[in-house]
């Protein structure tokens, strides 16, 4: 029996049920960036697997903000900024002229390494505000209940359900970031992009994050930037290095699953990175 005999036995995929959780793929395909004249990427090309935590690590400079700026079309705010290439979002692709900018926005959000809530805002607000921006509709009760359901992902919930109107502002560093992710899940994201998000915390509220992020990896692909290597081993499953040497354009050296990045890489240049031989 030859290959397409043998899948003709498989039974169809069934089609999603509403609200039925669909994990998309999301895929870099030969992505090169300028500011002006200055390359910054170089043909970079990665797949990163639905479901799964995908970490991107390098030194400073390499690229990766504007690799992940790119997968979500943030880049394109930047007036010198320019682009080749494609995403593609489960075979889609996000740059193509049919394509428009806030369906990208809406279905890949972005969490950035300076917690960004609005600190006049009341918590319930914060959650619900990605709501209006993208022209959602919902009702009092579904608010209510969304407000709940992302607080809850965001495993902040219990810290905050007695006080839903104090501003945003009022809550703690590692607080805030997590408000920023539920405001991120409201608009349901196929793809979560997270630029350092703990960067600026302590370890208890990264570990906290980190854990939030397990969970949430059952319901959204999520890629992570981040410097701290044992949280990219410690959330990670599948790692890529950029690496822009000598004011050469970001590339990526190595990529793959992340044990085998950290214990087994084939580059030296993974190995000395990794074991914090440079960067
Ligand atoms: N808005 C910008 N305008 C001009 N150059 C930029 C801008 N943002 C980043 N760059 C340059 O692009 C390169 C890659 O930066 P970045 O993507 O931030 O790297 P990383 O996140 O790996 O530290 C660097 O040389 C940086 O100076
Ligand atoms: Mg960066």
């Known amino acids: 029996m030859n290959a397409a005999d043998?899948?003709?036995?498989?039974?169809?995929?069934?089609?999603?049920?509403?609200?039925?959780?669909?994990?998309?793929?999301i895929e870099a395909r030969d992505i090169t960036a300028w500011f002006g004249t200055?390359?910054?990427?170089?043909?970079?090309?990665?797949?990163?697997?639905?479901?799964?935590i995908t970490a991107l690590i390098g030194p400073s400079g390499c690229g990766k903000s504007t690799f992940l700026r790119i997968?979500?079309?943030?880049?394109?705010?930047?007036?010198?900024a320019q682009l080749a290439g494609e995403v593609l979002l489960d075979g889609e692709d996000i740059y193509d002229p049919s394509k428009r900018?806030?369906?990208?926005?809406?279905?890949?959000?972005?969490?950035?390494?300076?917690?960004?809530?609005?600190?006049?805002?009341?918590i319930r607000e914060n959650v619900l505000a990605g709501l209006k921006l993208t022209g959602t509709k919902?009702?009092?009760?579904?608010?209510?209940?969304?407000v709940e359901s992302c607080l809850t992902k965001g495993g902040l919930?219990?810290?905050?359900?007695?006080r839903l109107d104090a501003p945003g502002g009022s809550l703690s560093g590692g607080q805030q970031q997590r408000l920023c992710?539920?405001?991120s899940l409201a608009i349901k994201p196929r793809v979560l992009l997270m630029d350092e998000p703990c960067s600026a915390l302590d370890p208890?509220?990264?570990r906290v994050i980190e854990e939030t992020m397990l969970e949430l990896a059952h319901e959204v692909t999520i890629v992570i930037v981040t410097h701290n290597m044992q949280q990219a081993a410690r959330v990670s499953s599948k790692c890529a290095f950029f690496l822009a040497s000598q004011g050469t354009p970001g590339v990526i050296v190595e990529h793959g699953d992340t044990p085998t990045m950290f214990q087994n890489p084939r580059d030296q240049r993974t190995s000395d990175y990794v074991n914090g031989r440079f960067g």
């Open 38 to 52: 200055h390359k910054v990427l170089d043909r970079v090309s990665l797949t990163m697997d639905a479901g799964a």
């Open 138 to 146: 919902a009702s009092r009760s579904d608010k209510e209940q969304l």
């Open 6 to 25: 043998s899948t003709a036995l498989l039974p169809a995929v069934p089609a999603p049920t509403p609200g039925e959780v669909r994990l998309a793929e």
């Open 71 to 80: 997968l979500n079309r943030m880049h394109e705010l930047v007036p010198s």
């Open 101 to 122: 900018l806030i369906d990208a926005r809406r279905a890949i959000g972005m969490v950035f390494q300076k917690p960004n809530p609005f600190p006049a805002m009341s």
């Open 204 to 206: 208890t509220s990264t």
């Open 157 to 162: 919930w219990n810290e905050v359900k007695d």
């Open 181 to 183: 992710i539920a405001r």
